[in-house]
């Protein structure tokens, strides 16, 4: 079991683009491993690999209603449902903060699996808000990008926080 330290905003890896996967063997199968226990561990519903300082596009989703975890290698959006709903949105790079964000309820989402194969994935609701959040992680966008001014006025002391203690 391999926990790895979250990293917080401020931190400069969660502002870079990620890099494509093309090694399937043990190197991402280790990834994943340490994405799965450091989820499991933090008790959230989804973990980007720049979030424990890893630069590769590759994510974990928890699917609270199967209960199953999905792990995602270089995953793309084919397709967003038109219609929107808005939710109150956290990240363990965020801890203790929540922005109403809007997003599609339904989404289609292709990637491949820590093994290579090809998988597509329709969901809805959380789950679909889930793949949205992690996969705008490996492009640098994270959920302040979303937050309105009035939002990130009230949470403002929460974030200097956040990010003091991300430089030291
Ligand atoms: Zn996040």
Redesign the pocket.
């Known amino acids: 079991m391999t926990v790895k330290r979250i990293k917080k905003y401020g931190a400069e890896i969660l502002r870079e683009k990620s890099k494509e996967i093309t090694d399937f063997g043990k190197k991402t199968r280790d990834l994943f491993d340490n994405l799965e226990d450091t989820l499991a561990k933090a008790g959230g519903l989804?973990?980007?690999a720049p979030?424990i300082g890893i630069g590769l596009r590759a994510f974990v989703a928890f699917d609270k209603d199967k209960r199953r975890i999905f792990r995602i290698v270089n995953p793309e959006v084919l397709y967003t449902d038109d219609e929107e709903e808005i939710d109150m949105e956290g990240?363990?790079?965020?801890p203790e903060i929540f922005f109403s964000i809007n997003r599609p309820k339904s989404v289609l989402i292709r990637g491949l699996t820590n093994s290579g194969k090809k998988i597509e994935i329709k969901a809805e609701g959380l789950l679909a808000r889930c793949f949205l959040?992690?996969i705008e992680?490996l492009d640098g966008i994270?959920?302040i990008d979303h937050a309105s001014s009035q939002e990130k006025q009230f949470w403002q002391e929460r974030l200097k926080q956040i990010t003091s203690s991300t430089k030291k």
């Not at 990240?91 to 965020?94: A, D, G, P, T, V």
């Open positions: 989804g973990l980007a979030q990240c363990l790079s965020f959040h992690e992680h994270l959920i």
